[in-house]
């Protein structure tokens, strides 16, 4: 997260973006800001997971030099955040030592802080808790987000705290946290060895040296007892033939505790041979061959056990709610039966509120791979039949949103851990589908396309290529696609749906319209304009017959019209159907409405286009407040909103104005909705020109050159987005006096609007007037005696 701005002082509201994905800024309001800047963390605060074992054997000189990498070991007073990275393999024992650090130096920090950060959804979800703990009096009626938020503003505002990431999968996930958070330390773990060089220094763990790795076994064999020599020679046996492997040892010991069995029989049992490779697949094979004994003593005492360890191997492996389970038992006390089972064998740890577990993910790769593949061809593997019933039980009764925020990650994760030869089913599409449309309705675009990849292949298996409802799977994900402005991967799945809905369903089926519209939509957001304006006035009248002309379907294709024709330039036509559509929309859907805000915001803008900031203005300044109260403050809806009122501003020559609201804008939309999206470098683009109308080329220029990059290579060379960000370098050259670099620049950007956009396009137009201009300039400046070259 980053603070926008500078930090208000007192009880004002701050702006506070949360970085990731598909997450968002958000304003603290003054209260909370007040609350975060004052509230004093209690003695001994934090939040520490709890250890599957509850046993931590040596580690002594690991723990001693991580202390001193992490308080710089005599240096100066540390004045940037301290970040640390332990990186190895799988069970290893990254997280024990983490939270053994974290115990033994828990009296030197204010407080100390566990997150789960294998994404950064995951990330914010661990910041939020923060909050809840600090203040609990405000937290109980904000959004996730918002709890994150307020968890920021708190971390820059006191010093003298321990972050701990757990389980990093990308190290650049954590760097909008360290240049913003340098008020403490940060400790990450991580499987990954590499992408760690910019952002911290690291310490490879490797397996526990024999006599610790004894030491761990009979700690947890014998707790509270003194092995004999016997015992300890049977423990060394055992030992190696794990191959030190902490998970394994823990595992075994607990076995061995449970059960009674001597060491030397247990370990023969398991028919292991001495692990010497010590690689990946051995660890995954040694701690197979553990569990085979381990499952089956389970299995004899509580059934229900397995099947809910097997479920949960298809989902996140922390944090997965009581709740999700619950619909596999038939009661909760059964549940808590089966659950305590698991814990007392050390297969899984409670959450602090013991309302969630977590596993080992070495724990969830073993499941999900040791069993053969099924010999029925249409059965599923173990476990993951049951996590999709699951869903399908909870999906319909969500309604809190925290519940919503907690579920996530394991919904993604059954996406992600689908096995190929898995048996499609209609419920679990249906699944995918719902809460793709929950994080649609959130603006959160890039998380609904692993969703509708796995919808589609879903409707792909169970009714082939051109059923409805496949057609209907494959337009919501060029939908998807197209609201992240990846427009190639969006236009080939559209032109492929609109054939065949033409083959199934007839050339003016609702359906039908509604992917023509949407092909042609997505020609004009790509700049086709010589596709996407004849297919939107075919699919116009087509609609208008088929459906009536004050339809929904006819209201969005008549916008969509009226957006082909303002970037054609023709703003007379473009003004007239905005208001005719306005007025429609207003008295069908209501003021209110998404859709009657997104053309209210369109006819602003084509207002402003057209010089009539009297109207646009007042106009954006409404439809802005209503879209913020209406979807919430950085829905991309509102970013554009806000954008196009900066962008009047500047229209207007209010730059006080302006350049601040696009610089908040930007940071949002890099934020929401990468830093690539089309929307995101329109508003690089007018901010930069803003810059540079107000002087300050030496912002504006590089601004300018990184935009035009960007916009050539994810839109291309001609696309209207480009053509702008081109024309705006060259004038900040010729604004700082850099004729021939400027003139370069006007020619190639006049040549490619003639070819793009037409002779006679107002785009056009301006090119060769700005060229005009700089060859005036040059003439100005050149003496008789030598006429104007250029390079």
């Given at each position: 997260m980053e603070v926008s701005g500078e930090r208000p002082i007192g009880a004002?509201?701050?702006?506070?973006?949360?970085?990731?994905?598909?997450?968002?800024?958000?304003?603290?309001?003054?209260?909370?800001?007040?609350?975060?800047?004052?509230?004093?963390?209690?003695?001994?605060?934090?939040?520490?997971?709890?250890?599957?074992?509850?046993?931590?054997?040596?580690?002594?000189?690991?723990?001693?030099?991580?202390?001193?990498?992490?308080?710089?070991?005599?240096?100066?007073?540390?004045?940037?955040?301290?970040?640390?990275?332990?990186?190895?393999?799988?069970?290893?024992?990254?997280?024990?030592?983490?939270?053994?650090?974290?115990?033994?130096?828990?009296?030197?920090?204010?407080?100390?802080?566990w997150i789960t950060a294998e994404s950064p959804e995951a990330i914010v979800t661990g910041l939020a808790g923060l909050t809840v703990r600090l203040c609990p009096q405000w937290a109980g009626m904000a959004a996730p987000d918002e709890r994150a938020a307020w968890a920021i503003?708190?971390?820059?505002?006191?010093?003298?705290?321990?972050?701990?990431?757990?389980?990093?999968?990308?190290?650049?996930?954590?760097?909008?946290?360290?240049?913003?958070?340098?008020?403490?330390?940060?400790?990450?773990?991580?499987?990954?060895?590499?992408?760690?060089?910019?952002?911290?220094?690291?310490?490879?763990?490797?397996?526990?040296?024999?006599?610790?790795?004894?030491?761990?076994?009979?700690?947890?064999?014998?707790?509270?007892?003194?092995?004999?020599?016997?015992?300890?020679?049977?423990?060394?046996?055992?030992?190696?033939?794990?191959?030190?492997?902490?998970l394994a040892l823990e595992q075994a010991g607990a076995y061995v505790y449970r059960t009674g069995i001597d060491l030397d029989i247990y370990r023969r049992s398991?028919?292991?041979?001495?692990?010497?490779?010590?690689?990946?697949?051995?660890?995954?094979?040694?701690?197979?061959r553990i569990?085979?004994?381990t499952l089956a003593a389970i299995t004899q005492r509580n059934p229900l056990a397995i099947t809910l360890l097997n479920a949960t191997a298809w989902l996140a492996p922390d944090d997965i709610p009581r709740t999700l389970l619950a619909p596999l038992a038939s009661s909760e006390i059964e549940l808590g039966d089966a659950l305590g089972e698991l814990r007392a064998y050390n297969m899984i740890a409670f959450t602090d509120d013991r309302q969630g577990i977590s596993v080992h993910r070495l724990v969830q790769t073993v499941l999900r791979t040791r069993n053969p593949p099924p010999s029925e061809p249409d059965s599923y593997a173990s476990g993951r039949a049951e996590a999709e019933h699951a869903f399908r039980r909870i999906l319909p009764t969500l309604r809190d949103g925290d519940l919503w925020e907690r579920l996530l990650p394991h919904i993604l994760a059954l996406v992600e851990t689908t096995p190929a030869d898995t048996p499609a089913s209609f419920e679990t599409a249906d699944t995918y589908y719902q809460v793709a449309q929950h994080l649609e309705s959130q603006g959160r675009y890039t998380s609904t396309i692993p969703l509708r990849t796995a919808a589609l292949a879903q409707s792909e298996q169970l009714f082939g290529d051109t059923h409805p409802l496949t057609l209907t799977s494959r337009n919501n994900l060029a939908h998807a696609y197209a609201l992240t402005g990846d427009l190639g991967r969006a236009i080939p799945l559209y032109e492929t749906t609109l054939t065949q809905r033409e083959q199934v369903l007839g050339d003016t089926h609702p359906?039908?319209?509604?992917?023509?519209?949407?092909?042609?939509?997505?020609?004009?957001?790509?700049?086709?304009?010589?596709?996407?304006?004849?297919?939107?006035?075919?699919?116009?009248?087509?609609?208008?017959?088929?459906?009536?002309?004050?339809?929904?379907?006819?209201?969005?294709t008549r916008n969509d019209l009226a957006n082909a024709y303002r970037s054609a330039g023709d703003l007379g036509r473009a003004i007239s159907l905005y208001e005719a559509t306005l007025t429609q929309i207003e008295q069908g859907l209501g003021d209110t409405h998404p859709q009657t805000l997104t053309i209210r915001d369109n006819l602003a803008s084509a207002y402003a286009s057209a010089g009539d900031l009297k109207r646009a203005i007042p106009l954006l300044r409404t439809t802005l407040t209503q879209t913020e109260q209406g979807l919430g403050d950085t829905h991309p809806q509102t970013l554009a909103s806000r954008h196009n009122l900066a962008r009047a501003y500047a229209s207007a020559e209010d730059l006080g104005r302006a350049i601040p609201l696009l610089e908040t804008t930007l940071t949002q939309s890099e934020q929401v909705l990468g830093d690539t999206h089309p929307q995101t470098l329109t508003t690089?683009?007018?901010l930069a020109d803003a810059y540079a109308n107000a002087g300050d080329l030496a912002q504006a220029i590089p601004l300018l050159e990184t935009t035009l990059a960007q916009c050539q290579q994810a839109l291309g060379q001609a696309h209207r987005h480009t053509l702008a960000?081109?024309?705006?370098?060259?004038?900040?050259?010729?604004?700082?006096?850099?004729?021939?670099?400027?003139?370069?620049?006007?020619?190639?950007?006049?040549?490619?609007?003639?070819?793009?956009?037409?002779?006679?396009?107002?785009?056009?137009?301006?090119?060769r007037d700005n060229l005009a201009g700089a060859w005036q300039a040059i003439s100005r400046t050149a003496t008789p005696e030598q006429p104007p070259t250029t390079d």
């Open positions: 004002a509201s701050i702006g506070v973006a949360i970085s990731g994905d598909n997450t968002r800024v958000v304003v603290l309001p003054a209260e909370a800001a007040h609350w975060a800047l004052t509230v004093q963390a209690p003695q001994g605060a934090g939040f520490l997971p709890e250890s599957v074992s509850g046993v931590f054997v040596g580690r002594e000189r690991e723990l001693t030099d991580l202390r001193a990498m992490m308080t710089g070991e005599g240096s100066a007073a540390v004045v940037q955040s301290q970040v640390r990275a332990i990186h190895g393999l799988g069970g290893v024992g990254k997280s024990a030592l983490a939270l053994r650090y974290a115990d033994r130096y828990r009296s030197t920090y204010t407080l100390v802080w503003t708190w971390l820059q505002a006191h010093p003298n705290w321990l972050l701990i990431f757990d389980n990093v999968e990308d190290p650049t996930h954590l760097r909008p946290y360290l240049g913003t958070l340098a008020g403490g330390h940060h400790l990450a773990t991580s499987r990954h060895a590499t992408g760690w060089h910019a952002l911290a220094p690291t310490m490879a763990l490797d397996l526990l040296p024999l006599k610790e790795a004894i030491d761990l076994l009979c700690t947890i064999a014998f707790p509270g007892l003194s092995p004999t020599d016997q015992q300890r020679d049977a423990a060394r046996r055992l030992a190696e033939d794990l191959g030190c492997l902490p398991l028919g292991l041979v001495l692990d010497k490779k010590n690689d990946v697949t051995d660890r995954e094979r040694t701690i197979a569990w085979d004994r359906r039908t319209l509604t992917s023509r519209e949407n092909l042609a939509s997505a020609y004009e957001a790509a700049g086709d304009l010589k596709r996407a304006i004849p297919l939107l006035r075919t699919t116009l009248t087509q609609t208008e017959q088929v459906l009536g002309d004050t339809h929904p379907q006819t209201l969005t690089r683009n007018d960000t081109r024309n705006n370098l060259a004038s900040a050259h010729l604004k700082a006096g850099d004729l021939g670099r400027a003139i370069l620049l006007y020619q190639e950007n006049f040549m490619l609007c003639s070819q793009a956009l037409g002779d006679t396009h107002p785009q056009t137009l301006t090119s």
